[in-house]
């Protein structure tokens, strides 16, 4: 039976005002979703029950604008950061300030509480990452590593990583237990996400915008996701005679691809599991070898890319066994795949090349040195291989913007091998 359109009208529920200044930072209890905290530049928490018109508690203690806020899982407590760069937790049952915490140099404009309870992150635009013991009523440990404000934060649900996003384009994960980043991802993480217009009664329809047209190359950031026409989501009624969509044929566009992408994820995390079996042995030639043996350059990039954040890892029989699969990787259609290429090629010219020369270069040994001569292989073979590079570089840095850009710079450091 065909569903019977219909538009569906939303009503406001409340409208409270909140503060009698600039209201600039809100949150709503995850636990209950009925208790509501705002955060205002009268310097004031206030706190509001769902559906009920009046504030229930006004939290003071702050002398500059409140610029963040966030309940504990638990919605006992409430913290708040503040233009000053000062944090403090206030215990709503008791009403009261139960910790003033200092030492940010700038305004506080991220914070989240760790799923234990008894620690919170915070993010300031003095790029520095803060984590707290509420018991000690200090800070612990500082995470360095972002260039400016550090704007979003999340525990992991096991709380052993914490997750950073900051102004700075980048997105940090960092190892709580040993103190340290695990992996940085260059570009901004974009979520999908679709509007709903007009409905059946049961199920709103997913609504999009026009798609680009293709440029050739898949970009890192995009505005929207590959592989769905996001025409197919908007209403027929807006391109054709017909009825808006039903439900079935929605959910059949966006599932459209979905067992073989779950398939393709599957044999990825096997494959991946396989590389750091062999990893974990502390042999980093053989994971890379093992992860190109695969025919897979994902994995490959996926391994480059933890290799490239440590250049101490490097070696030469490593550039031998990499540089013909950077070659692949800077021709990709993926622009990510073409920037890890773009950072592992530019770390061997600069760590790699003035031995590859000056081995290349030296007068013949006398007498037998076998780790001379291997030495000499490896760099005859790196050789041949950057000179194959270098055509490449040099054709893609014909390209206009920032891709061009970053060929331009490595075909700067490969002109020393035409000499």
Same mark, same amino acid.
């Given at each position: 039976m065909a569903l019977t359109s219909t538009t569906i009208t939303s009503w406001k529920l409340q409208e409270i005002v909140a503060h009698s200044s600039n209201v600039s930072s809100?949150? &709503?209890g995850k636990s209950s979703g009925r208790?509501?905290?705002?955060?205002?530049?009268?310097?004031?928490?206030?706190?509001?029950?769902?559906?009920?018109?009046?504030?229930?508690?006004?939290?003071? $203690?702050?002398?500059?604008?409140? =610029?963040?806020?966030? #309940?504990?899982?638990? =919605? =006992? %407590?409430?913290?708040? +950061?503040?233009?000053?760069?000062?944090?403090?937790?206030?215990?709503?049952?008791?009403?009261?300030? /139960?910790?003033?915490?200092? $030492?940010?140099?700038?305004?506080?404009?991220?914070?989240?509480?760790?799923?234990m +309870?008894?620690?919170?992150?915070?993010?300031?635009?003095?790029s520095n990452i803060k &984590?707290? *013991? @509420?018991?000690?009523?200090?800070?612990? #440990?500082r995470y360095k590593g972002h260039t400016q404000a550090v704007r979003c934060l999340a525990f992991s649900p096991d709380g052993k990583w914490l997750a950073s996003a900051s102004d700075d384009s980048t997105v940090k994960l960092w190892d709580l237990i040993a103190g340290k980043m695990i992996t940085e991802f260059p570009l901004p993480l974009v979520l999908w996400l679709y509007c709903t217009s007009v409905t059946s009664p049961s199920r709103p329809v997913?609504?999009?915008?026009?798609?680009?047209?293709?440029?050739?190359?898949? /970009?890192?950031? %995009?505005?929207?996701?590959?592989?769905?026409?996001?025409?197919?989501?908007?209403?027929?009624?807006?391109?054709?005679?017909? $009825?808006?969509? +039903?439900?079935? =044929?929605? /959910?059949?566009?966006?599932?459209? $691809?979905?067992?073989?992408?779950?398939?393709?994820?599957?044999?990825?995390?096997?494959?991946? *599991?396989? @590389? %750091?079996?062999?990893?974990?042995?502390?042999?980093?030639?053989?994971?890379? *070898?093992?992860? @190109?043996?695969m025919n897979d350059l994902s994995i @490959?990039?996926?391994?480059l890319n933890i290799i490239n954040l440590k250049p101490s890892l490097w070696k030469l029989d490593l550039c031998t066994s990499i540089l013909p699969q950077i070659e692949e990787l800077l021709q990709s259609k993926?622009?990510?795949?073409?920037?890890?290429?773009?950072?592992? /090629?530019? &770390?061997?010219?600069?760590?790699?090349?003035?031995?590859?020369? *000056?081995?290349?270069t030296a007068p013949p040994s006398v007498g037998v040195d076998i780790t001379r001569e291997e030495r000499h292989q490896k760099c005859k073979a790196c050789y041949k291989q950057l000179k194959n590079l270098s055509n490449v570089v040099k054709n893609r840095a014909e390209q206009v913007g920032r891709h061009g850009s970053t060929f331009k710079e490595l075909q700067l450091l490969m002109a020393p091998l035409d000499y």
């Amino acid at each position: 039976m065909a569903l019977t359109s219909t538009t569906i009208t939303s009503w406001k529920l409340q409208e409270i005002v909140a503060h009698s200044s600039n209201v600039s930072s809100l949150v &709503l209890g995850k636990s209950s979703g009925r208790l509501l905290a705002t955060g205002g530049e009268d310097c004031r928490v206030n706190i509001w029950a769902v559906s009920k018109p009046n504030c229930i508690m006004s939290l003071t $203690g702050h002398t500059s604008p409140v =610029e963040c806020i966030q #309940f504990n899982s638990s =919605e =006992e %407590r409430v913290v708040a +950061g503040s233009q000053s760069g000062s944090l403090r937790l206030w215990d709503l049952e008791a009403a009261k300030i /139960l910790r003033t915490l200092m $030492g940010h140099k700038a305004s506080i404009c991220s914070l989240d509480f760790h799923p234990m +309870g008894e620690y919170l992150a915070s993010g300031s635009v003095d790029s520095n990452i803060k &984590l707290w *013991d @509420v018991r000690r009523k200090g800070c612990v #440990f500082r995470y360095k590593g972002h260039t400016q404000a550090v704007r979003c934060l999340a525990f992991s649900p096991d709380g052993k990583w914490l997750a950073s996003a900051s102004d700075d384009s980048t997105v940090k994960l960092w190892d709580l237990i040993a103190g340290k980043m695990i992996t940085e991802f260059p570009l901004p993480l974009v979520l999908w996400l679709y509007c709903t217009s007009v409905t059946s009664p049961s199920r709103p329809v997913v609504t999009a915008t026009k798609s680009k047209p293709s440029t050739g190359i898949i /970009l890192s950031t %995009r505005n929207e996701p590959i592989g769905l026409t996001a025409g197919d989501f908007l209403s027929h009624a807006r391109n054709a005679k017909a $009825g808006v969509m +039903g439900d079935d =044929e929605a /959910l059949a566009q966006i599932r459209k $691809g979905h067992d073989t992408m779950c398939v393709m994820l599957t044999s990825r995390y096997k494959n991946l *599991d396989t @590389v %750091r079996s062999v990893w974990a042995s502390g042999d980093v030639k053989t994971s890379l *070898d093992s992860a @190109v043996s695969m025919n897979d350059l994902s994995i @490959v990039v996926d391994i480059l890319n933890i290799i490239n954040l440590k250049p101490s890892l490097w070696k030469l029989d490593l550039c031998t066994s990499i540089l013909p699969q950077i070659e692949e990787l800077l021709q990709s259609k993926y622009e990510s795949y073409v920037q890890t290429g773009c950072m592992a /090629l530019k &770390l061997i010219l600069k760590r790699f090349w003035p031995l590859i020369s *000056d081995t290349l270069t030296a007068p013949p040994s006398v007498g037998v040195d076998i780790t001379r001569e291997e030495r000499h292989q490896k760099c005859k073979a790196c050789y041949k291989q950057l000179k194959n590079l270098s055509n490449v570089v040099k054709n893609r840095a014909e390209q206009v913007g920032r891709h061009g850009s970053t060929f331009k710079e490595l075909q700067l450091l490969m002109a020393p091998l035409d000499y």
